[in-house]
């Protein structure tokens, strides 16, 4: 089993930034990419950002790229969202996700394709 814990949410108002950390323990050796998701009022769970613990490789939602960035801190096990120049449409819970097998990026882009769930963090963005 692997567990996640994210952090760093809040209620920040448009154009500013966000750190979020995702912290893996138990068998963390066992993923081989993580991903964030979020769900904003009303709407389905959405893909966000993912990354890949070895190789570092890395995609984006068209929606946040350019202004979000991914990054990974392999000793540390954790996971890191930056949200940048932030809108109120980014309001959401964000959810850290761990993923055990090999898959192609169309395939990481999918929640249905991760094993592992946190329980998510608030992200309010004002206008």
């Given at each position: 089993q692997?567990?996640?814990?994210?952090?760093?949410?809040?209620?920040?108002?448009?154009?500013?930034?966000?750190?979020?950390?995702?912290?893996?323990s138990g068998r963390v050796f066992s993923t081989y990419a993580m991903g964030w998701f979020r769900r904003a009022p009303g709407k389905a769970r959405e893909f966000v950002a993912a990354i890949t613990w070895s190789a570092g490789d890395i995609y984006y939602a068209d929606?946040?790229?350019?202004?979000?960035?991914?990054?990974?801190?392999?000793?540390?096990?954790?996971?890191?969202?930056?949200?940048?120049?932030?809108?109120?449409?980014?309001?959401?819970?964000?959810?850290c996700a761990g993923k055990q097998r090999y898959d192609s990026g169309t395939i990481l882009r999918r929640k249905e394709a991760y094993e592992y769930w946190g329980q998510g963090t608030q992200v309010t963005v004002s206008s």
């Open positions: 692997v567990q996640l814990v994210e952090s760093g949410g809040g209620l920040v108002q448009a154009g500013e930034s966000l750190k979020l950390s995702c912290a893996a929606s946040v790229k350019d202004r979000f960035t991914i990054s990974r801190h392999n000793a540390k096990r954790t996971v890191y969202l930056q949200m940048n120049s932030l809108k109120p449409e980014d309001t959401a819970v964000y959810f």
